[in-house]
């Protein structure tokens, strides 16, 4: 069974600051990851994903995550945060034996000051 | 409405009670999760439908709790003899592409 690893729960940084936001995974398969967000009041969206190819994927809003085999992990960075970047992140795994379920971490709060 | 709809959006139950909480999905979604999120625990999964095949019940923490799928469309979770700890926000999910789900406001449920 796949699992998640956050271990950050609350990450506090400043505006334009750099960030990275930590997701290791456990799996015995090849597997498929998701980063979601959960800005104040509204309920998760995705942010987003890697099936293949590229081991980097991006978002519409400036944050990239790097797929890496050999660490087990799919760390979420971003160059320079927003104030609006505020919000609790999770990265998610399913195994690629066709629909599976999306196995969630414990989520991390990005919180970003002025 | 085209987004996941979930009801109730608040539910106060006296514990011993039983609770019904309804997701309807995006229309063609084939597959269907239900998932609780409680204060400093994430998301932990509780079952998955996907079309015809039979649902991944793994997550469900008790025999308390069950969910049904009618039709392919509406889901139900029903939580038996409620407790304290079932207090939470469940949330529903539906989704078409792999990994790409699409949440509900969720159900905040309050045992007391």
């Known amino acids: 069974a796949q699992s998640v690893t956050q271990l950050d729960s609350q990450v506090p940084v400043f505006e334009e600051a750099p960030v990275e936001l930590r997701c290791n995974y456990s799996?015995?398969?090849?597997?498929?990851l998701f980063w979601y967000v959960q800005y104040p009041n509204q309920g998760l969206q995705l942010l987003l994903k890697?099936?293949?190819?590229?081991?980097l994927v991006e978002s519409i809003n400036g944050f990239e995550a790097e797929f890496n085999k050999s660490q087990t992990s799919f760390h979420l960075r971003k160059p320079s945060v927003h104030i609006s970047d505020t919000a609790e992140y999770f990265c998610?795994?399913?195994?690629?034996?066709?629909?599976?379920?999306?196995?969630f971490g414990t989520g991390t709060r990005l919180l970003v000051s002025p | 409405g085209a987004g996941v709809s979930q009801s109730p959006s608040n539910k106060v139950t006296e514990k011993g009670k039983d609770v019904e909480l309804r997701c309807d999905p995006i229309s063609g979604h084939t597959a269907l999760y239900w998932y609780r999120q409680s204060l400093g625990q994430g998301l932990e999964f509780l079952i998955y439908f996907q079309g015809n095949s039979a649902p991944d019940k793994s997550g469900l923490p008790s025999d308390r709790f069950s969910a049904e799928r009618t039709g392919g469309s509406v889901s139900t979770l029903t939580i038996q003899r409620t407790q304290q700890e079932d207090s939470a926000v469940y949330l529903c999910a539906s989704s078409l592409v792999i990994g790409e789900l699409f949440f509900g406001e969720g159900s905040r449920l309050t045992v007391l």
């Open positions: 799996s015995s398969v090849s597997v498929y």
């Open positions: 998610a795994v399913s195994d690629q034996l066709g629909f599976q379920k999306l196995v």
């Open positions: 890697y099936l293949s190819g590229s081991t």
